[in-house]
């Protein structure tokens, strides 16, 4: 469970690197579109887990060039929230998969062979 000071970092963080990907970040991301789906925040806000979600974009190729330029993320970072924050934290970021989990467990659950409800009832009645 996350505290307050944790949440309320997380959001700030959280739209920061949005704006970051947006206008200083062009470069790094090219045509592609970057969300930052998350972010967790350590209890000593040192660090910040910040999950990504890509659009248009080879999802492993962008995902290495940000993963790459951390260090210029987060001066960026820096400026924007240095003087509101003691300590600017340390960026780890992850790929967020669950737009892809949910479309595999749509397939799954498509493809599943689930009889009628008025089948069983009539099975039921000729026994």
Do not use: C
Request: without cysteine.
């Amino acid at each position: 469970m996350e505290s307050k000071r944790q949440q309320k970092y997380s959001k700030l963080i959280q739209k920061e690197v949005g704006e970051i990907f947006q206008r200083e970040g062009r470069h790094l991301v090219g045509s592609a579109m970057v969300t930052v789906t998350r972010v967790l925040m350590s209890p000593d806000l040192g660090v910040a887990k910040i999950y990504l979600s890509f659009l248009l974009a080879n999802n492993k190729e962008t995902f290495e060039k940000i993963d790459d330029s951390k260090k210029e993320i987060r001066k960026h970072l820096g400026r924007r929230i240095g003087k509101s924050v003691r300590v600017i934290p340390e960026l780890i970021f992850f790929p967020d998969d669950s737009a892809a989990y949910a479309q595999h467990m749509d397939k799954v659950i498509s493809d599943l062979d689930i009889p009628e409800a008025g089948e069983e009832e009539d099975e039921e009645d000729d026994k």
